[in-house]
């Protein structure tokens, strides 16, 4: 069965860096494009970053330019590197698998992680 664990969350302050990741198992990761989504308190789970197994990758305008998503297929991991973090970046990070080997904004993710909570605060 599919499994998906993120760690790396925490507190930082403003203008710090995150690294998340994601440990996969239960499919062959390499297959599958992969990524990470958030929710925010009171607002609705959007996607922030994919990517693709050619590693082509796509973000949310407001991670541009900030955050970087990569993957280490030996390792059956994908990363989330957040830098210049800001205080609405402040949400639960979950890295989702994709069905397929690339991200279409209309596909359903079919398999979740439970999350990692990331604050941003003075």
């Known amino acids: 069965q599919v499994q998906l664990i993120e760690s790396g969350g925490g507190l930082v302050q403003p203008g710090g860096s995150l690294r998340l990741s994601c440990s996969a198992s239960?499919?062959?990761?390499?297959?599958?494009?992969m990524t990470w989504y958030r929710q925010a308190p009171g607002k609705g789970r959007e996607l922030v970053a994919a990517?693709?197994?050619?590693?082509?990758?796509d973000y949310v305008d407001s991670a541009k330019g900030r955050f970087t998503i990569s993957r280490d297929n030996a390792k059956n991991t994908v990363y989330l590197q957040m830098n210049s973090l800001k205080p609405d970046d402040t949400a639960v990070y979950y890295c989702?698998?994709?069905?397929?080997?690339?991200?279409?904004?209309?596909?359903?993710?079919?398999?979740w992680g439970e999350g990692t909570q990331v604050t941003v605060s003075s």
């Open positions: 239960g499919f062959i990761f390499s297959n599958y494009a």
């Open positions: 989702a698998k994709a069905p397929g080997p690339y991200y279409y904004t209309t596909s359903q993710m079919d398999s």
């Open positions: 990517i693709s197994v050619r590693s082509q990758t």
